[in-house]
């Protein structure tokens, strides 16, 4: 399938968002290490993080690298784009192994492998981008039946989530913090799209900005963005980087293609077959990042088999001295088995 410009141009730019991405995982993870070492760590609700040049390296990098990303929604249908993500999946597993001694095994990198070939068959079968001449036209899908109740259904989602599983359960169920950060993120997306295409006409001549629709998706994606980076933290600060990068993927992916379908109906102009070949690639996408997750502590913890001879000499040599007096024989010698 030959691809258009326009999806060539949005696939360098989702290419370069992952590489960016990715590394920012890891370099806020460093910086949040050092903060937590000399203030409240960001999982327990602390901010000191805010006064760590890691930290602030690592977003910098994100930044860059939703940059790229925010210009590919310009170009290339969310379909796509998003489901390219899982290459910044690739980079930050191996970096946490080399930087952050976070194991990377056989499995995971058979994972990593399987996230490419997935990513390759979306892109070689992605839907071309709609044709669309005002920002309006977005404002009218946006507002249509379908995404309205579903844009209802992650707003109550959200809410929910923070003000009452956040409380309870956010430090010991990841879910938690990443189902708020993917639940917003669809919604982001779409709305980034949006603010994406009005940045694109603007700059081709026709001013989007002079219609309200445009103001409104961007306070959206400021709303949306604050949120998400804060319990972003919680997640990374919390609990595996391993771990949170692959799932936040795995939910945000799948409920952006989701909205997308809703809002964009990027399925509309394609054949069974190329749905069928596209859904393929995302399962194969899916089964890399349940590898990598799976895997994650694999040959982390020793085995049994391992514990140095001399160690379990020493261990059974002071029971026997300890347990002496409860152990001896009528004689008042220690116990046979410990004497052997």
Known sequence: MVMSSDNVKGLVLAVSSSIFIGSSFIIKKKGLMKAGTTGTRAGSGGHSYLYEP?????????????IANFAAYAFAPA????????LSIIFSSVLAHFILKEKLHIF???G??????????IVLHAPHERDIESVKQVWTLATEPGFLVYAAIVVVMVLVLIFYYVPRNGRTHMIVYIGICSLMGSLTVMCVKAVSIALKLTFEGNNQFKFFQAWFFTIVVIVCCILQINYLNKALDTFNTAVVSPVYYVMFTSL???ASMIMFKDWDSQNGSQIATELCGFVTILSGTFLLHKTKD????????AVPVTELVRQYSSN????????????GSPDRNCRE
Request: hydrophobic share 45%.
């Open 54 to 66: 890691w930290w602030w390296a690592g977003m910098i990098t994100m930044i860059v690298g939703e």
């Open 79 to 86: 379909i796509l784009v998003t489901p390219l993500g899982a």
């Open 108 to 110: 995971g990198m058979l």
């Open 112 to 121: 990593c492998v399987l996230c490419v070939v997935g990513s390759t068959t």
């Open 256 to 258: 952006t293609i989701l």
């Open 298 to 305: 694999m040959g982390s913890t020793p085995a049994a088999a």
């Open 320 to 331: 026997c001295i300890r347990d002496s007096s409860k152990h001896s024989d009528r004689h």
